[in-house]
């Protein structure tokens, strides 16, 4: 397949700016085309084969979890979930050489899409993985996917990767980094009930690749397994220190028996974008006097473990209760008023909040 030819011309459709029009592919038929001609009878035969092979996996699901994904390598957007890959030689796959990030897609609307593309190129930064295009063009491309996905609730997850070209350790023999994303249609309500977790027995990453989110999460899944295997819900991180880290892939938050709200420091862990949203929407509990303080600080286990409350943040949740840790009651044991008017706060934000943290998508 002529793929890797043709994909330069079609990324110049993007490479001008937020304007430019992105090609949709509705089918691998359409992708492939114009490069019928180039192939020959046998060659396109086994083409033919592979395609079918590849469609065998979804012809049985009734609906598509994935109706859309761009990827700079094909040069547009693809609406066939068995086009939905990436090449065997990316750096991201077999040295996890990549960066990513997610933004919610709620009623038809992204929410803190710019927030979290600024995170995942500060991420990028720090992986020393370059961008094909401006950030304003990375931007246009999402909101067009998200357009040509037709979903109105899900996520929508990036990445930016050293690129294919070889399976070296340093990315030298790659001509371009790639840029890939994808809609992943998902229910994403309020989490109103409580969960166990434990204490994670699994090294937490060191602070250099903690702050980035990059690719290499095996720690995070093993963490997350761990936990499972224990029949809870998830995990939470110590450092090195005694002091409380975050979950597996959400941030975690307190509320004290005084009433404050207290988040660990982000030194050594990534930022969540919903985790700092929630201290700036916090303070209104405050001038309504239902909490006393919002603050961030370093929170010893029997600190944390003697709260009033407990909570994960993360962008799909947005807040989860957390009512028992290690086999002991958080509290009282049940789901806190507190934990749920903060919440209500970040939820009222995602479907009803400042119109320029909720971007509209043009379907």
């Known amino acids: 397949m002529a793929t890797h030819n043709?994909?330069?011309?079609?990324?110049?459709?993007?490479?001008?700016?937020?304007?430019?029009?992105?090609?949709?592919?509705?089918?691998?038929?359409?992708?492939?085309?114009?490069?019928?001609?180039?192939?020959?009878?046998?060659?396109?035969?086994?083409?033919?084969?592979?395609?079918?092979?590849?469609?065998?996996?979804?012809?049985?699901?009734?609906?598509?979890?994935?109706?859309?994904?761009?990827?700079?390598?094909?040069?547009?957007?693809?609406?066939?979930?068995?086009?939905?890959?990436?090449?065997?030689?990316?750096?991201?796959?077999?040295?996890?050489?990549?960066?990513?990030?997610?933004?919610?897609?709620?009623?038809?609307?992204?929410?803190?899409?710019?927030v979290h593309l600024n995170r995942f190129l500060r991420s990028a930064s720090k992986a020393k993985i370059s961008s094909p295009f401006p950030r304003s063009t990375l931007r246009s491309i999402l909101i067009q996917l998200a357009a040509a996905s037709q979903c109105r609730k899900g996520t929508l997850r990036y990445w930016l990767s050293a690129g294919p070209g070889d399976f070296l350790l340093t990315p030298g023999g790659c001509p371009t980094p790639a840029f890939y994303a994808v809609v992943i249609k998902d229910e994403v309500s309020q989490c109103k009930e409580g969960v166990k977790v434990i204490t994670s027995n699994i090294p937490m990453k060191q602070p250099l690749f903690a702050t980035m989110k990059n690719v290499n999460y095996l720690p995070n899944v093993l963490s997350k397994m761990e936990?499972?295997?224990?029949?809870?819900?998830?995990?939470?991180?110590?450092?090195?220190?005694?002091?409380?880290?975050?979950?597996?892939?959400?941030?975690?938050?307190?509320?004290?028996?005084?009433?404050?709200?207290?988040?660990?420091f982000f030194d050594k862990i990534l930022s969540g974008c919903t985790a700092l949203r929630l201290l700036e929407l916090a303070p209104k509990l405050v001038e309504q006097g239902r909490l006393k303080s919002v603050r961030t600080a370093n929170l010893t286990v029997d600190e944390a473990k003697g709260a009033a409350e407990m909570m994960y943040i993360g962008s799909t949740l947005p807040i989860l209760p957390i009512i028992m840790w290690d086999n002991e009651p958080m509290g009282d044991g049940k789901v806190g008023e507190l934990s749920m008017a903060l919440s209500d706060l970040l939820w009222d934000d995602m479907v009803a909040g400042d119109e320029t943290r909720r971007i509209p998508i043009p379907y």
Not at 45 to 53: A, G, H, R, T
Not at 235 to 260: L, T
């Open 227 to 264: 936990a499972e295997e224990k029949g809870t819900f998830a995990s939470i991180w110590v450092d090195d220190e005694g002091y409380i880290a975050e979950g597996p892939n959400v941030n975690v938050a307190f509320i004290s028996h005084d009433k404050e709200l207290i988040l660990p």
């Open 6 to 114: 043709s994909s330069s011309d079609r990324n110049s459709e993007v490479n001008n700016g937020e304007d430019s029009k992105v090609h949709v592919f509705s089918s691998s038929s359409e992708m492939l085309t114009q490069d019928r001609d180039d192939l020959g009878r046998f060659k396109w035969i086994w083409v033919e084969y592979v395609l079918e092979k590849l469609h065998e996996k979804w012809n049985s699901v009734k609906e598509q979890p994935y109706p859309a994904m761009y990827s700079s390598v094909f040069g547009g957007i693809i609406l066939d979930s068995a086009m939905m890959v990436i090449p065997i030689d990316d750096h991201m796959v077999h040295r996890g050489h990549g960066v990513f990030d997610t933004a919610i897609i709620l009623n038809g609307y992204l929410y803190e899409l710019d």
